[in-house]
């Protein structure tokens, strides 16, 4: 009972103190590309004009800046690739284990956590995840932004998971995400809805169809490719 006691203070200790350093953030500001502690996403050029559900996704450092894997063995560090931020959503760092030490893990994989790379703060999950991606090869299908952002929220065990993966990363941010302002939505659906009426215009019903394959087969690979071919993808 003893132990159990001391323990309980020493978690509460700990808990107090993680409490104490993670001060308030600074607000969200487009305009100035802030976006603290988000994940953000955009379009992608011709890609999404087919299928609007796919884009480019960054997570964001304590200060706003985005981070996000856009080449080779490249992070963009507050510069967002293919253009200004259409969707975003501000994740909660009281979500996240950031454990002092073996014993101080809050999450339920205090072991594979620290052997994954566990971090102290926010920032410092950010920068392991930036020094693991700038050796892999950018490849759309397999090793994306949506990879870099998996990485990032299993070194932080957002929401006690550690099996954030590309397809998990954008249901997230599709379901929970907030527009920016209605030129996002613009944005991010005109395009589509131009190709769409123009393809039915100049070939009809079946250009609908071919879209609609061609969509399924995108879903598809990521979904079969995510969780039944998992060595295909790195994270």
């Known amino acids: 009972m003893e132990l159990k006691a001391a323990y309980d203070i020493e978690h509460m200790s700990y808990m107090q103190k993680i409490q104490h350093e993670l001060w308030p953030l600074e607000p969200i500001d487009s305009k100035k590309a802030k976006f603290p502690c988000c ?5 992608l050029p011709v890609v ?3 299928a609007p559900f796919i884009g480019h996704v960054g997570i964001c450092r304590e200060d706003g800046a985005i981070l996000d894997f856009s080449g080779s063995n490249f992070i963009n560090v507050d510069n967002f690739a293919f253009g ?10 009281e979500q996240c284990c950031f454990p002092p030490n073996l014993a101080g893990h809050t999450c339920n994989h205090g072991y594979r956590h620290t052997e994954f790379g566990a971090s102290m703060t926010w920032d410092d999950a950010l920068g392991s995840s930036i020094r693991h991606f700038e050796h892999k090869s950018y490849n759309l299908f397999t090793c994306n932004s949506h990879s870099f952002v998996a990485n990032c929220l299993n070194r932080l065990c957002y929401d006690g ?12 941010v599709l379901f ?14 005109l395009p589509f809805v131009m190709v769409v009426s123009f393809g039915i215009f100049m070939v009809g019903w ?5 879209l609609l394959s061609f969509s399924s087969l995108l879903l598809g690979w990521f979904l079969l490719g995510t969780y039944c071919f998992k060595s295909l993808f790195e994270y």
């Open 39 to 43: 994940l953000v996403w955009t379009p």
């Open 48 to 50: 999404s004009w087919l």
């Open 84 to 93: 200004a931020v259409a969707r975003y959503l501000q994740l909660d760092r």
């Open 161 to 172: 998971s550690m099996s954030w993966n590309m397809v998990s990363v954008a249901v997230l």
């Open 176 to 189: 929970k995400g907030q527009w920016v302002d209605g030129f996002s939505i613009l944005k991010s659906f």
């Open 206 to 210: 079946p250009f609908l169809v071919g």
